[in-house]
Every structure is written in structure tokens, then in C-alpha cells.
């Protein structure tokens, strides 16, 4: 829509250059406050019928294609294979789990240690399985499209040089960096403090157990607020640091956005992680907080997709995460005081909230993530989709998946569950994300896939990472004794490679025969 352009010649707006996009223009002139298509009923309620509420059914990867085009297809196909693909280091997890159970001194055994090998192996087998399904099976992955278009918004006539400008991105984003380090570090060291006075040394033996609840769960839904808060606010800081950068092609300026975004979210994600793993070397704490980021993160993904994402709402999934976490780690009675003083400090909180926030006047765009928009209603269809929110692209969402799969890998002998909540929140999440399509989004315009190479080779990166931080963890746990690092990232990085290796050989004898399955049917037609 943005890319309709006037000739020269051709008749167009008073004072309106050729070449450059009509809908911006008519937007700018407030002629125009929005474009998108329309959502069709019929087509609506069959995929309502066929993708939402078939919970255990097959997508309808081609009928997805024909309505949201190629892009979101493409998407939901790759997570499909990929929470299938999940079983294998789902079960290798629930053995490891039901040894420890069974040998309660034995947090990192002999186990374990097979355990990251055969992971090792899923993983070769996942990034070599999609690489082959994507090019052979995948009839529209050979399609290509022009993403030099030229942007809407682009202004020749902007008075900050783009070098400038990405200078000031860098600047603001490193300050955002050691901003979040120092938050992090002052958020871990309260959490350790409290712990370490109320519950090990006992140093306050009078107070009730709800009252330490309350003390022992601040910290901990003060580091997953950081998290969470970040993420928002720095996605927020970016959008206006591209534009300001003043890109003239939409390809470029979608690369500069999703580079600033991936780098943060993903230091976001394991900075606190590689803080335990590589200073404290405490394989406790790293269990507590992976556990935390690992469910926190998955039930604000799925509840936000549905409920929306003002402040309300987060802190809301922040509190019932951790309480989550609580009963699986420390069992019901704990779990249950943590669940009340949950609820009093929600009710605390509301209650500040309607006192003191409700005078202060926020700044235009933090309102869009601090209170709910009262939506208005509309007699027309074309108003009420109108009001709906737009999609956001479909690198978000890969990139909260290569989230996830760090959390499963680069810390397996840890939490050797985490594949398992995985599972359970991918299934779970392929149908709020069709939910969000087609009930809470404006249909999007269909586009041609995103370069899944791209994603292909961050999952190896990441897969890479994990040979570093598996042979951290091991030598924590003094399994092998006095190994140096070197060796046994050394030792893990020859398995990776033979995995990957023996993996690649297996897939090119499939292509193979896929290649001549599809030649003998073009004989045959």
C-alpha cells in the first residue's frame, strides 16, 4: 500500500513531489488515518474451526499461506517442526529429572553429562531437519521478493546526517546496557542478601511465614520486572532511534531495528545467567533463576498475546509466574504463603497505582504500555477492525523461540525440565498466536517469507554458546574433577561437530530421495 507511487504526469496533491508514496501523503494530509484488508468471514471461521480450536490437529500450513501469505506460513510450519522436534530433549530431561529424584545428593551426575551429548545430537538433527524440509518441501521457499522498496517515511530533507545519528544509537544503547548491568547486578545481590538472612541464617526467627514470603518474593519479581521492563522500554527507544536514523529503503530500516533489538533482548535473556554460571558458580542459583526466566517469559508470551500488555497485566503475569515457580521448587505450603502475600502486594500495588499514578501525566508513548486503551465501539466492521492492533512482524516471534532455545541448551544439566515447559508452551502458543490473528490483529498484508537462513545460523550460534556454557556448568559441578575449560569445551565442540556431521549425511540421502519423488510425479503428470 505505502509503495503506490505518483509518475510524473500524473495528477496528484497540491504541493505533492512524483515518486514519492500516495499513502503517506494522504495520511500526512489526514485524508486517510488508515489502510489495511479486511478479514474475511467465511475464511475466518474455517481457520477458526481447522487451526484454534483444533488443539492437537495438523495446521493448515496452505490454507495459512493463502490467507496471511508466505511470511506467517512459513512461521508457523518452522514451529511446528520445531515443538515436534522438542520430544526427543523433552524425554532425555525427564530421565535426568527422575535420576535426581531418585538420588537427591546427585544435582549433576554421569547423567547429565549424557544428557548435554544427546542434546548435542537433537540439536544438529533440528537445524539440519528445517534447512531440508524448508528447501524441498516447502513449495513457495524458492520465491523471492524485492524488499528494496523505498520507506514512506523517509525524509531527504532530514537535518541529522545518518551517520550521526547511528552514533547517538550507540551511544543510548550502551547506556541502556550498563543501565540494565547495574540493575541486574543490585537486584541479584538484594535477592542473595534477603535469602541469605531469612531463610539461611535465620537471623529474624520471630516473624510469620507470610511476611517472609513476602520479603523473599520482592527480589525475585523485581528481577523478572527488570527483564520484562527493558525489553518494553528499549523496544520502544529503538523504533524511535531507526527513524531517527532516517533509512531510505524498508529493508534497511527493518535490519537496523531487528540488530538493535536482537543483540538487547538476547543479553537481556542470559546476562544474568552467565553472571551465576561464570562468577558465583552457584549451580543453585543458576537453577532458581532459569527456572524463573523460563516461565516467567513463557506465561507473559502467552497471557500478553490475549489479555494485552499494559503495566496492569504484566505486573499480573510476573505474580502468578513466580507463584508458578514457587510450588514446583518449594512445594505447596511454600508455595501457597508466596500465593497470599502475591495477592497483597497486587492489591498494594493497585492501590498505589490509583492513588499517585492517576495524577502524574505520562509522556505519549508510555501510555502505550502503562495503561489499557478504552476502546471505543463502532456500529460498522470496518471501524471495529480498525481499532484492532496491528501484527507485528514474524522476527519477534523467531526471536523468542532462539530465546527459548537458549534456555534449553546452553544450561541443560541445570534444568533438564526446561524442554519440557517448552513443549507444553508451544503447543499452547501456536493457537494464541492464531487466536491473536484472526480475533485481536488487523489482517496484515501478505509478504513473502523471511530469510529463515538468517534464523538457521543464530540457532547454530546459539547452539555454539552451549558448548561454552555446558562445559562451565560441568566443571562447576567437579564432575571430571579439575578439567580446564579449554579441554572440555574442546572435547564438546568435536561431539557437536560429529553429530552435525553424521546428521548432514542423513539429510542429504532424504533430499535425495525427495528430489526424485517430485521428478518421477512431474514425469508421470
Same mark, same amino acid.
Given at each position: 500500500s505505502s509503495g503506490i507511487n505518483a509518475e510524473y504526469g500524473q495528477c496528484g496533491l497540491h504541493g505533492y513531489k512524483s515518486n514519492r508514496s500516495l499513502v503517506s501523503q494522504l495520511r500526512i494530509r489526514m485524508i486517510?488515518?488508515?489502510?489495511?484488508?479486511?478479514?474475511?468471514?467465511?475464511?475466518?471461521?474455517?481457520?477458526?474451526?481447522?487451526?484454534?480450536?483444533?488443539?492437537?490437529?495438523?495446521?493448515?500450513?496452505?490454507?495459512?499461506?493463502?490467507?496471511?501469505?508466505?511470511?506467517?506460513?512459513?512461521?508457523?510450519?518452522?514451529?511446528?517442526f520445531y515443538t515436534t522436534s522438542l520430544l526427543f530433549p523433552c524425554l532425555v530431561g525427564l530421565t535426568q529429572k527422575a535420576h535426581q529424584y531418585h538420588n537427591p545428593g546427585q544435582h549433576i551426575s554421569w547423567i547429565s553429562l549424557m544428557g548435554i551429548i544427546v542434546n548435542f545430537f537433537w540439536a544438529a538433527f533440528f537445524l539440519l531437519g528445517w534447512g531440508s524440509?524448508?528447501?524441498?518441501?516447502?513449495?513457495?521457499?524458492?520465491?523471492?521478493?524485492?524488499?528494496?522498496?523505498?520507506?514512506a517515511?523517509?525524509?531527504?530533507?532530514?537535518?541529522?546526517?545518518?551517520?550521526?545519528?547511528?552514533g547517538l544509537s550507540l551511544v543510548v544503547t550502551v547506556m541502556m546496557f550498563a543501565l540494565l548491568i547495574a540493575s541486574t547486578y543490585s537486584a541479584l545481590t538484594l535477592d542473595y542478601t534477603v535469602k541469605e538472612s531469612l531463610i539461611t541464617n535465620k537471623e529474624y526467627p520471630h516473624l510469620p511465614e507470610s511476611i517472609i514470603g513476602v520479603l523473599v518474593i520482592l527480589p525475585e519479581i523485581l528481577l523478572s520486572t527488570i527483564v520484562i521492563a527493558f525489553d518494553v522500554l528499549y523496544t520502544v527507544i529503538a523504533e524511535h532511534l531507526t527513524n531517527w536514523e532516517n533509512y531510505k529503503f524498508s529493508n534497511h530500516h527493518d535490519n537496523a531495528l531487528m540488530a538493535k533489538l536482537i543483540v538487547f533482548r538476547l543479553f537481556n535473556a542470559y546476562h544474568s545467567l552467565l553472571y551465576i554460571a561464570f562468577v558465583l558458580k552457584?549451580?543453585?542459583?543458576?537453577?532458581?533463576?532459569?527456572?524463573?526466566?523460563?516461565?516467567?517469559?513463557?506465561?507473559?508470551?502467552?497471557?500478553?498475546?490475549?489479555?494485552?500488555?499494559?503495566?496492569?497485566?504484566?505486573?499480573?503475569?510476573?505474580?502468578?509466574s513466580l507463584v508458578l515457580v514457587s510450588f514446583l521448587s518449594d512445594g505447596i505450603v511454600v508455595g501457597v504463603n508466596k500465593l497470599l502475600a502475591a495477592c497483597a502486594l497486587a492489591v498494594v500495588l493497585? &492501590?498505589? !497505582? #490509583?492513588? =499517585?499514578?492517576?495524577?502524574?501525566?505520562?509522556?505519549? $508513548?508510555?501510555?502505550?504500555?502503562?495503561f489499557v486503551k478504552k476502546v471505543k465501539r463502532y456500529e460498522t466492521l470496518v471501524e471495529k477492525e480498525s481499532q484492532l492492533r496491528n501484527y507485528d512482524s514474524t522476527y519477534l516471534d523467531y526471536l523468542e523461540m532462539l530465546i527459548?532455545?537458549?534456555?534449553?541448551?546452553?544450561?541443560?544439566?541445570?534444568?533438564?525440565?526446561?524442554?519440557?515447559?517448552?513443549?507444553?508452551?508451544?503447543?499452547?502458543?501456536?493457537?494464541?498466536?492464531?487466536?491473536?490473528?484472526?480475533? &485481536?490483529? !488487523? #489482517?496484515? =498484508?501478505?509478504?513473502?517469507?523471511?530469510?529463515?537462513? $538468517?534464523?538457521?545460523?543464530?540457532?547454530?550460534?546459539?547452539?555454539?554458546?552451549?558448548?561454552?556454557?555446558?562445559?562451565?556448568?560441568?566443571?562447576?559441578?567437579?564432575?571430571?574433577?579439575?578439567?580446564?575449560?579449554?579441554?572440555?569445551?574442546?572435547?564438546?565442540?568435536v561431539i557437536f561437530t560429529v553429530a552435525y556431521v553424521g546428521v548432514r549425511k542423513f539429510f542429504k540421502g532424504v533430499e535425495r530421495n525427495i528430489r526424485q519423488s517430485f521428478e518421477d510425479e512431474k514425469r508421470a503428470k
Open positions: 486517510i488515518s488508515d489502510i489495511f484488508p479486511m478479514h474475511n468471514k467465511i475464511d475466518k471461521q474455517n481457520l477458526t474451526r481447522s487451526w484454534v480450536s483444533n488443539f492437537f490437529g495438523k495446521q493448515p500450513i496452505f490454507v495459512i499461506n493463502e490467507y496471511f501469505g508466505t511470511d506467517i506460513a512459513t512461521y508457523f510450519s518452522w514451529m511446528g524440509i524448508n528447501d524441498n518441501v516447502l513449495p513457495w521457499s524458492r520465491e523471492k521478493e524485492s524488499r528494496y522498496a523505498k520507506r517515511e523517509y525524509n531527504s530533507q532530514w537535518w541529522v546526517p545518518q551517520r550521526a545519528a547511528q552457584d549451580l543453585d542459583v543458576l537453577e532458581s533463576r532459569l527456572m524463573n526466566l523460563l516461565i516467567v517469559q513463557q506465561f507473559k508470551s502467552n497471557v500478553g498475546e490475549v489479555l494485552g500488555s499494559d503495566l496492569r497485566v504484566r505486573l499480573l503475569q510476573v505474580l502468578v493497585f &492501590m498505589i !497505582k #490509583r492513588v =499517585f499514578l492517576g495524577k502524574l501525566k505520562f509522556p505519549q $508513548f508510555l501510555k502505550q504500555f502503562v527459548q532455545y537458549g534456555y534449553i541448551l546452553l544450561f541443560s544439566p541445570v534444568y533438564p525440565l526446561a524442554a519440557t515447559f517448552a513443549l507444553v508452551n508451544n503447543l499452547i502458543e501456536i493457537h494464541t498466536d492464531a487466536f491473536r490473528l484472526l480475533k &485481536m490483529s !488487523k #489482517r496484515p =498484508f501478505p509478504t513473502y517469507a523471511a530469510p529463515t537462513k $538468517f534464523w538457521q545460523h543464530g540457532f547454530t550460534l546459539m547452539t555454539l554458546c552451549g558448548v561454552v556454557t555446558n562445559s562451565q556448568v560441568i566443571r562447576n559441578s567437579m564432575l571430571l574433577g579439575e578439567v580446564p575449560l579449554k579441554r572440555s569445551i574442546f572435547v564438546f565442540f
